[in-house]
């Protein structure tokens, strides 16, 4: 059986605009369903591309049954119905050929126009267009560039960054199939091959132009020309064009999923290349990235702000090349802030989806008086780089396993639930969940919009949102959350697991409802980062030594070893300083002390001596591991 497997599906609704992952695709005659099926022009009808308009990039696309939805850079929306679409067409060009294109609307121009700065219009590959490839002028092709799929193998990407300056991934290259478990541009060779229910003809070798040396996340130029400059010293051809993937047309129709095994049934003699490009650093012939430490300090570079509501952003990062997350949904992310010349250090829970691993978001509710929240509102702007420590947290533990989920948040609490609601639709997940969120007004409703989409995308997901201050043209639920509504709205309760985030009194009356209707104990799974269990006010304060590595002082009993490691200028990574996140985790290795939160501690971390330094004071002279 063979080794190689397909490890990325990805389509590109509107062309040159940003991709959607997924996990599995059914394949027409003219590629992935949906893939390149729209395109933006000029008046005159020629192509608009990335190329020429490098922000195109960054708008987000979002399938639904009856159409799209595209999502600004600015975060505003956009909905494409197909029903709504002009009959009229218009004759466009796509290098060169010639294409009947279907007319999208004068409204959708010019929302687009706007966006863009200038003129153009939205056209899709309707019912009278017709387009066929070159090579293989019995195949159809929408919008795409020539062919109807590409293909790249991880190996190929991981040979290139070997030799190239600057890394780069695969988003580069908007390819639609990513396979893996093969040797460096092994499908160089390949002439037929056999995915899920489709074969495909693999027809000509991909040429690559200089819209793949556009960062995908940022809309800049990647530096020193990469990754072109390299493949020109390695993969030029005859022609002087510079080929990275291989052109492939499907010879059926039908489904095929990551994971799922390629085939070869055919090989050919591959192309020959000159090969000046010497390789410069190790990627262990694997493509496999380093993986981002739970203690490792990195930069992230902020690369968009999206106002959700009138008091919450959404701040989005970009990951250092080379590096993985492989953070679980539910998981925090902790930022060092540049506050008043000190460094103060927040946890956010991740609100993007670790199924769309080009970046990684948070989403932030200004707080009244609230230092972080406030310093990242009026200051963090596109461009900006902060220093974080991987996600990390036990939240996520709710999501496990195949039991009915129910999601229960309010106000901000609802960004774990968004990662968790994003990731379960984007791998089609069969889980059974029910997302309840409760806001003041619709208009404190964060990501209202996307949640319903994910709806209708999802068979297996409902969305229940109930306001405590709705105003009068509210038709949905009302009232803050109650016994009343639990039971009316789900009957089945006690069988689900279920997950609570928001403030303390809503989480306190959640867990209270959910418990009377006959909840188990350890079904309920909370987040919360409330203020540290105080010091008892009768215990007598004496003084201690402190020994954190080489470093020893003298201390009291009654200060945490953060606050007194601080100020020492003992920097200990932290989060919510509240007992509760684990990111100041350290090593009790002689002496006592207070603990006064082990929520995040193992049993294991336990038996080890592991303590919070946030939430524990020393009893007698310590030694801590750091």
């Given at each position: 059986m063979s080794d190689i497997q397909l490890s990325g599906i990805n389509t590109f609704p509107i062309k040159s605009l940003g991709g959607i992952s997924l996990s599995d695709a059914f394949v027409t005659e003219s590629g992935l369903s949906f893939d390149r099926r729209f395109m933006l022009s000029d008046p005159e009808g020629e192509l608009l591309s990335a190329r020429q308009v490098p922000s195109m990039l960054l708008f987000e696309t979002v399938l639904r049954e009856d159409g799209l939805e595209v999502i600004a850079p600015d975060g505003d929306h956009l909905s494409l119905r197909y029903p709504d679409f002009f009959q009229n067409y218009h004759q466009v060009r796509v290098w060169g050929t010639e294409i009947n294109a279907q007319h999208c609307g004068e409204w959708l121009d010019e929302w687009f126009s706007e966006k863009l700065g200038r003129e153009c219009q939205l056209l899709y590959f309707g019912e009278q267009s017709e387009r066929v490839t070159s090579r293989r002028p019995d195949k159809p092709v929408a919008f795409a560039d020539g062919y109807p799929l590409l293909v790249i193998s991880e190996a190929s990407l991981a040979d290139l960054n070997s030799r190239a300056s600057?890394?780069?991934?695969?988003?580069?290259?908007?390819?639609?199939?990513?396979?893996?478990?093969?040797?460096?541009?092994?499908?160089?060779?390949?002439?037929?091959?056999?995915?899920?229910?489709?074969?495909?003809?693999?027809?000509?070798?991909?040429?690559?132009?200089?819209?793949?040396?556009?960062?995908?996340?940022?809309?800049?130029?990647?530096?020193?020309?990469?990754?072109?400059?390299?493949?020109?010293?390695?993969?030029?051809?005859?022609?002087?064009?510079?080929?990275?993937?291989?052109?492939?047309?499907?010879?059926?129709?039908?489904?095929?999923?990551?994971?799922?095994?390629?085939?070869?049934?055919?090989?050919?003699?591959?192309?020959?290349?000159?090969?000046?490009?010497?390789?410069?650093?190790?990627?262990?012939?694997?493509?496999?990235?380093?993986?981002?430490?739970?203690?490792?300090?990195?930069?992230?570079?902020?690369?968009?702000?999206?106002?959700?509501?009138?008091?919450?952003?959404?701040?989005?990062?970009?990951?250092?090349?080379?590096?993985?997350?492989?953070?679980?949904?539910?998981?925090?992310?902790?930022?060092?802030?540049?506050?008043?010349?000190?460094?103060?250090?927040?946890?956010?829970?991740?609100?993007?989806?670790?199924?769309?691993?080009?970046?990684?978001?948070?989403?932030?509710?200004?707080?009244?008086?609230?230092?972080?929240?406030?310093?990242?509102?009026?200051?963090?702007?596109?461009?900006?780089?902060?220093?974080?420590?991987?996600?990390?947290?036990?939240?996520?533990?709710?999501?496990?396993?195949?039991k009915p989920l129910l999601l229960l948040s309010a106000g901000s609490g609802i960004t774990p639930m968004l990662s968790i609601a994003r990731e379960l639709t984007d791998r089609n997940s069969q889980r059974d969940v029910v997302f309840y969120h409760q806001a003041r007004t619709e208009a404190d409703l964060i990501c209202e919009d996307e949640l319903l989409w994910l709806e209708r995308q999802n068979p297996n997901l409902k969305i229940i949102f109930s306001l405590s201050q709705p105003d009068d043209d509210w038709q949905g639920i009302k009232g803050r959350i109650s016994r009343k509504q639990l039971i009316e709205l789900i009957p089945d309760l006690p069988e689900r697991t279920v997950?609570?985030?928001?403030?303390?009194?809503?989480?306190?009356?959640?867990?209270?409802?959910?418990?009377?209707?006959?909840?188990?104990?350890?079904?309920?799974?909370?987040?919360?980062?409330?203020?540290?269990?105080?010091?008892?006010?009768?215990?007598?304060?004496?003084s201690v030594l402190l020994t954190f590595g080489e470093i020893s002082f003298a201390g009291d009993s009654q200060t945490t070893l953060l606050e007194q490691a601080e100020d020492q200028g003992i920097m200990i990574p932290s989060g919510c300083r509240a007992g509760v996140c684990g990111a100041c985790k350290v090593t009790l290795a002689s002496g006592h002390a207070h603990r006064q939160s082990e929520i995040p501690l193992s049993e294991d971390e336990k038996a080890r001596g592991v303590v919070l330094a946030c939430s524990c004071t020393p009893e007698t002279d310590v030694v801590i591991e750091v």
């Open positions: 600057t890394q780069v991934n695969m988003d580069h290259f908007r390819t639609n199939l990513v396979v893996k478990g093969c040797e460096a541009f092994a499908e160089d060779s390949w002439k037929r091959i056999r995915i899920g229910e489709v074969e495909f003809e693999i027809v000509k070798d991909c040429s690559r132009c200089v819209l793949t040396t556009i960062d995908p996340k940022t809309g800049q130029p990647v530096p020193a020309g990469e990754p072109i400059k390299t493949l020109a010293n390695y993969r030029k051809g005859e022609d002087n064009e510079v080929y990275f993937g291989q052109n492939l047309v499907p010879l059926n129709e039908g489904q095929i999923k990551q994971g799922d095994t390629v085939e070869v049934l055919e090989v050919k003699q591959p192309a020959q290349y000159p090969d000046n490009a010497p390789v410069i650093r190790d990627t262990n012939d694997s493509n496999s990235q380093e993986t981002w430490a739970a203690t490792q300090q990195v930069d992230l570079e902020c690369i968009r702000r999206i106002d959700e509501t009138r008091d919450v952003v959404t701040f989005r990062f970009a990951v250092p090349q080379g590096l993985s997350t492989d953070y679980i949904a539910g998981q925090f992310l902790t930022l060092m802030l540049p506050i008043n010349g000190e460094t103060v250090t927040r946890c956010y829970t991740v609100s993007s989806s670790p199924s769309r691993s080009a970046d990684i978001a948070i989403t932030v509710k200004r707080v009244t008086d609230g230092i972080a929240s406030n310093w990242l509102h009026d200051n963090l702007q596109v461009g900006d780089k902060l220093p974080a420590l991987a996600p990390q947290g036990e939240f996520h533990e709710g999501n496990t396993g195949n997950m609570c985030c928001g403030p303390e009194g809503f989480m306190d009356h959640a867990k209270t409802y959910c418990r009377q209707l006959g909840l188990a104990e350890q079904q309920w799974f909370e987040e919360s980062f409330g203020a540290p269990p105080g010091v008892d006010p009768e215990a007598e304060k004496h």
